[in-house]
Antibody, heavy 121, light 107 residues
Framework: EVQLLESGGGLVQPGGSLRLSCAAS????????MSWVRQAPGKGLEWVSG????????YYAGSVKGRFTISRDNSKNTLYLQMNSLRGEDTAVYHC??????????????WGQGSLVTVSS | DIQMTQSPSTLSASVRDRVTITCRAS??????LAWYQQKPGTAPKLLIY???SLESGVPSRFSGSGSGTEFTLTISSLQPDDFATYYC?????????FGGGTKVEIK
């Protein structure tokens, strides 16, 4: 059974940093591209960042480029999102999501339940 | 960036109604289009990928169609479990983008 479990969220002040983790199980983690998708309270879905299965090849939304860094440790089956220079508009539930099939494709068949990040003073 | 526009934003319907949601892309996405269902407090669920392919385990009352810039999600006979918010997503190019969502409410 595929499972994705996020951790690392919490309350942080504007300008602060936070690192999210997503522990994956139930599939060959290194074979699949992964993404982070966020949802601000009461709002829609926003793709944040994606990474190739090998870890070589990363992609970002314009709103986070230069501030967030996606990475993965395939030996630990874990996806990360390092978030720096956080702003109020980064407040959201952050989901990790698995691409449906092997290769550079980005429709998501499994999602974690999400980790809430609140940026406030 | 490719903008995805869904309509309507809210839809009121009754059980057994036929429901259609539209998604328009600001430029062609070919058939790299997915549909998701989301219920409050839960993660999105993949319904349709490649514009018209039904994800495994999804009831056959859900169907998708379209290509290029115009897409539809149809629920042939709305069931109580289908009241939720639906999102389209293009994955032809980065940044990936979602539509604003369509909330299907009980009439």
């Amino acid at each position: 059974e595929v499972q994705l479990l996020e951790s690392g969220g919490g309350l942080v002040q504007p300008g602060g940093s936070l690192r999210l983790s997503c522990a994956a199980s139930g599939f060959t983690f290194s074979s699949y591209d992964m993404s982070w998708v966020r949802q601000a309270p009461g709002k829609g879905l926003e793709w944040v960042s994606g990474i190739r299965g090998s870890g070589v090849g990363t992609y970002y939304a314009g709103s986070v480029k230069g501030r967030f860094t996606i990475s993965r440790d395939n030996s630990k089956n874990t996806l990360y999102l390092q978030m720096n220079s956080l702003r109020g508009e980064d407040t959201a539930v952050y989901h990790c999501a698995k691409s449906r099939r092997v290769g550079a494709t980005y429709e998501f068949d499994y999602w974690g339940q999400g980790s809430l990040v609140t940026v406030s003073s | 960036d490719i903008q995805m526009t869904q309509s309507p934003s809210t839809l009121s319907a009754s059980v057994r109604d036929r429901v259609t949601i539209t998604c328009r892309a600001s430029q062609t996405v070919s058939t790299s289009l997915a549909w998701y269902q989301q219920k409050p407090g839960t993660a999105p669920k993949l319904l349709i990928y490649q514009a018209s392919s039904l994800e495994s385990g999804v009831p056959s009352r859900f169907s998708g169609s379209g290509s290029g810039t115009e897409f539809t999600l149809t629920i042939s006979s709305l069931q109580p479990d289908d009241f939720a918010t639906y999102y389209c997503q293009q994955y032809t190019s980065f940044p990936l983008t979602f539509g604003g969502g369509t909330k299907v409410e009980i009439k």
